[in-house]
């Protein structure tokens, strides 16, 4: 399955895909925790819009990946533009109903304790709200980023990028090699920035940490 003297040829093909993927990867992650914030902010403060949002996110999130690729390629040309709004565009599904549940699990008895104190609602948000809700807007954070990097590699089977080109070279050809790269190069790429997540995780919550 690898042959070894085209894989010390191809390092910097390799290293171009790499930097490709975690690109895509990047852009869609930050793009998608913006807007899903704001579409989690507008659920949480006006109720009857939290169903219609969910609904809208989830009928996005059924488009078969590849027709939505090939749907945008003749509008937005074979740029990093059409894996980027692909890319957001299924991360919202999991973002925003996660960032809507996490800030909801927070005890309404500590909000009000907080009012109590004299905090506005700023204060209450960024000293209270959120370090309650940061396991739960971690959790949702994982399953995105790890989620979208394996749909970055749709994106190469059209020539935008990341290590399905690899994936897709490998296939035309009829060429294993690639194809194994690129998979393997895909999954280590998840687990890493997985364990990157849980890290920062832990790090800025330290509160939540196991005692002996």
């Keep these: 399955l690898i042959r ?14 790499s930097q490709q993927h975690l690109l895509l990867t990047a852009i869609s992650f930050f793009a998608g925790l913006i807007i899903a914030s704001l579409l989690a902010s507008i659920a949480r403060r006006w109720r009857w819009t939290a169903t219609p949002i969910t609904f809208f996110t989830t009928i996005l999130y059924t488009v078969p ?32 109903p996660f960032l809507i549940v996490a800030f909801d699990e927070v005890s309404p008895a500590t909000i009000e304790a907080a009012d109590a104190m004299g905090m506005t609602r700023a204060q209450r948000l960024f000293l209270v709200e959120l370090p309650l809700a940061l396991p739960s807007i971690f959790a949702g954070l994982r399953i995105t980023a790890v989620t979208l990097i394996g749909l970055v590699t749709v994106g190469g089977l059209f020539g935008l990028g990341g290590f399905g080109n690899l994936i897709d070279d490998g296939l035309t050809r009829d060429f294993p090699t690639p194809i194994v790269v690129g998979v393997l190069a895909s999954v280590l790429m998840a687990m890493a920035t997985d364990l990157i997540l849980v890290g920062i995780a832990a790090a800025i919550s330290p509160w939540r940490r196991a005692k002996p």
Aim: aromatic share 10%; net charge negative.
């Design 4 to 17: 070894w003297n085209w894989l010390s040829t191809h390092w910097d093909d390799i290293g171009e895909r």
């Design 65 to 96: 990946s590849i027709a939505l690729f090939a749907a945008l390629i003749p509008i937005l040309g074979t740029g990093l533009v059409v894996p980027a709004v692909a890319l957001t565009t299924y991360s919202l599904v999991v973002l925003t």
